[in-house]
T-cell receptor, first 109, second 113 residues
Framework: SQKIEQNSEALNIQEGKTATLTCNYTNYSPAYLQWYRQDPGRGPVFLLLIRENEKEKRKERLKVTFDTTLKQSLFHITASQPADSATYLCANAGNMLTFGGGTRLMVKP | NAGVTQTPKFQVLKTGQSMTLQCAQDMNHEYMSWYRQDPGMGLRLIHYSVGAGITDQGEVPNGYNVSRSTTEDFPLRLLSAAPSQTSVYFC????????????FGQGTRLTVV
């Protein structure tokens, strides 16, 4: 079955820098990958979706890439702010969503 | 719009008790699902539904029942609560299966003692 893997270690960066989070998948290439943000005590909130035939997708300070050769998606936040601190989840959109474990991002002022 | 509403927000059960977690959405979405979230485990799919009258099992269905009698509601039933079911439960809905965002409720934090 498909597995979605994210770095479980927290990522600490300085305000203003670019944060890069990694999502790796096993087995077949998913038709779609989705990225969500989750704040403590809240449900996940959708950020971006990227299709298999799209190499890159942007939305404001967010950028997602999809590399089917490496079986990997990268999620970038440019000019990061303390308000970007949260857990970011990658999900494979198959029968239903299959989530990775999430990566916690801490942006220090 | 209220979106996806879950009740209750918090619940403490004794081992062996039963209860129903409620989930309602007002977006006329066909697809609804239940996830549990445990530390270090991410979100794991319990059950899902692709429309009224249709349900299917996810990754971790044991100990849970669901039904979908209306488009709006998708309750999750714990038949006989066990400490292993202590978790945070999220309900989600979406209009299509693959290429659209899912909307999540605020979650129910369940503790089984």
């Amino acid at each position: 079955s498909q597995k979605i893997e994210q770095n479980s270690e927290a990522l600490n960066i300085q305000e203003g820098k670019t944060a890069t989070l990694t999502c790796n998948y096993t087995n077949y290439s998913p038709a779609y990958l989705q990225w969500y943000r989750q704040d403590p005590g809240r449900g996940p909130v959708f950020l971006l979706l990227i299709r298999e035939n799209e190499k890159e997708k942007r939305k404001e300070r967010l950028k997602v890439t999809f590399d089917t050769t490496l079986k990997q998606s990268l999620f970038h936040i440019t000019a990061s702010q303390p308000a970007d601190s949260a857990t970011y989840l990658c999900a494979n959109a198959g029968n239903m969503l299959t989530f990775g474990g999430g990566t916690r991002l801490m942006v220090k002022p | 719009n209220a979106g996806v509403t879950q009740t209750p927000k918090f619940q403490v059960l004794k081992t062996g008790q039963s209860m129903t977690l409620q989930c309602a959405q007002d977006m006329n979405h066909e697809y609804m699902s239940w996830y549990r979230q445990d530390p270090g485990m991410g979100l794991r799919l319990i059950h899902y539904s692709v429309g009224a009258g249709i349900t299917d099992q996810g990754e971790v269905p044991n100990g849970y029942n669901v039904s979908r009698s209306t488009t709006e509601d998708f309750p999750l039933r714990l038949l006989s609560a066990a400490p292993s079911q202590t978790s945070v439960y999220f309900c989600a809905s979406s209009s299509r299966q693959l290429d659209t965002e899912a909307f999540f409720g605020q979650g129910t934090r369940l503790t089984v003692v």
